[in-house]
Each structure stands twice: as structure tokens, then as C-alpha cells.
């Protein structure tokens, strides 16, 4: 059974940092590529960041851009994104999700063949 399962999300105050893990089994990391999405309330789903694990790329939306860093643990089968400088805005629920290699770049426009449950990151002004 492939699951795709998310934790470290949480409250923190803005500036604040944290650390989601994104732990898979089913299938392998290295087959795909990951990304992060979000969604806040009323508002639509938003790519946040993919790692491509054929070449080790990293893609990172505007928004988040030397505040975020994705990464992955492929001998864990484990993705990370260290979340630094939060901000209200960033407040959403986040997911992690396996895409095909070449959706990394354009996360938005791609549907990802799995999704994890997400985890709910709240940011306090």
C-alpha cells in the first residue's frame, strides 16, 4: 500500500521555524519527484517547493524562496521542508506528494499520483 504521511506541523509565532517530515512507503522516492504543496482556507492549492530526484534539482515558489528548504532522505524514504522566517501568510495546510520527474518544475500543473494527509501549520502575528 503506497502512504505518503506527513507530521512536524504545528503553531509557532511569526519568524518562527519548522520542520516537516514527509515519510513514504509503497514505493520509492528515487522513482519520483517530491513536492510540497499548501492550501489555506478559501484560497487554492499553491506548489510550494519539489525536489527532483533524477538530478537533485530544487524549485521553490517566489513566496517562499530563502525561507524554505526542501530535502530528502532517500535511504529513509523521507522528504523534509525546513520552514524559517514564517510568516502569517504561510499559514495553510501543507502536503507532500509524488509527482513524475518532469512536474517539478511546474508543480501547479501537474496532479500528483499520490498525496500525503497533510499537516496543519499555523503562523500567530
Known amino acids: 500500500e503506497v502512504q505518503l504521511v506527513e507530521s512536524g506541523g504545528g503553531l509557532v509565532q511569526a519568524g518562527g521555524s519548522l520542520r516537516l517530515s514527509c515519510a513514504a512507503s509503497?514505493?520509492?522516492?528515487?522513482?519520483?519527484?517530491i513536492g510540497w504543496f499548501r492550501q489555506a482556507p478559501g484560497k487554492g492549492r499553491e506548489g510550494v517547493s519539489c525536489?527532483?530526484?533524477?538530478?537533485?534539482?530544487?524549485y521553490y515558489a517566489d513566496s517562499v524562496k530563502g525561507r524554505f528548504t526542501i530535502s530528502s532522505d532517500y535511504a529513509k524514504n523521507t522528504g523534509f521542508l525546513q520552514m524559517n522566517s514564517l510568516k502569517p501568510e504561510d499559514m495553510a495546510v501543507y502536503y507532500c506528494?509524488?509527482?513524475?520527474?518532469?512536474?517539478?518544475?511546474?508543480?501547479?500543473?501537474?496532479?500528483?499520483?499520490?498525496w500525503g494527509q497533510g499537516t496543519q501549520v499555523t503562523v500567530s502575528s
Open positions: 506528494a509524488a509527482l513524475p520527474f518532469e512536474g517539478c518544475i511546474a508543480q501547479d500543473a501537474y496532479e500528483p499520483d499520490y
Open positions: 509503497g514505493f520509492s522516492f528515487a522513482d519520483y519527484a
Open positions: 525536489i527532483d530526484s533524477s538530478d537533485g534539482a530544487t
